[in-house]
Antibody
Framework: QLQLQESGPGLVKPSETLSLTCTVSGGSISSSSYYWGWIRQPPGKGLEWIGSIYYSGSTYSNPSLKSRVTISVDTSKNQFSLKLSSVTAADTAVYYC??????????????WGQGTMVTVSS | EIVLTQSPGTLSLSPGERATLSCRASQSVSSSYLAWYQQKLGQAPRLLIYGASSRATGIPDRFSGSGSGTDFTLTISRLEPEDFAVYHCQQYGSSPLTFGGGTKVEIK
């Protein structure tokens, strides 16, 4: 069955760029039936949608993160990635990648990675 | 942006009891694009309900969702020990996608 796995540094310095990759296994990332998203959860807090990328290459991100977010896909590696620039301590969180299912659920996140903790600290 | 408010913040119940969780939206959720997720400590969220009332694959029928417009409810008919967790609602009908603050269902 389809699995998602986040990878990347667990510690990032303030003002630097956070870079994470989500590897999709057990299925293809290249399907118009799905889109791919990033969600984060600060310690002890709720979930926040960061952004998503569609089969067409279109990307959408949360305006609260302004222009700091870049999401891209590498179909040859079956991966998609997140870059978040100019990070501060407020960006410390568990970061999840997830699959959005467009046909049956019309967009709910039906499969999630296990999450990776990223701490912003000098 | 659609703000989702979940209530109560914490629900203290015993196994076998019925749980009723509320999710209220600041404006109407398009086409009932409302989902519920369960999250256990240290784990990723798991999709329970999509489209406000449809159960995801493998979800027991003790979980049910209802509502439309701005008011949605997740009901767990009889709590099992494994149901004690945090529940999040999410709207995916308009951008930005948003989540509620969560309801913790704890053992009384």
């Amino acid at each position: 069955q389809l699995q998602l796995q986040e990878s990347g540094p667990g510690l990032v310095k303030p003002s630097e760029t956070l870079s994470l990759t989500c590897t999709v296994s057990g299925g293809s990332i290249s399907s118009s039936s799905y889109y791919w998203g990033w969600i984060r959860q600060p310690p002890g807090k709720g979930l926040e949608w960061i952004g998503s990328i569609y089969y067409s290459g279109s990307t959408y991100s949360n305006p609260s993160l302004k222009s700091r977010v870049t999401i891209s896909v590498d179909t040859s590696k079956n991966q998609f990635s997140l870059k978040l620039s100019s990070v501060t301590a407020a960006d410390t969180a568990v970061y999840y990648c997830a699959r959005g299912e467009l046909s049956t659920s019309a967009g709910a996140f039906d499969i999630w990675g296990q999450g990776t903790m990223v701490t912003v600290s000098s | 942006e659609i703000v989702l408010t979940q209530s109560p913040g914490t629900l203290s119940l015993s196994p076998g009891e019925r749980a009723t969780l509320s999710c209220r939206a600041s404006q109407s959720v398009s086409s009932s694009y409302l989902a519920w997720y369960q999250q256990k400590l240290g784990q990723a969220p798991r999709l329970l309900i999509y489209g406000a009332s449809s159960r995801a694959t493998g979800i027991p029928d003790r979980f049910s969702g209802s509502g439309s417009g701005t008011d949605f409810t997740l009901t767990i008919s009889r709590l099992e020990p494994e149901d004690f967790a945090v529940y999040h609602c999410q709207q995916y009908g308009s951008s930005p996608l948003t989540f509620g603050g969560g309801t913790k269902v704890e053992i009384k």
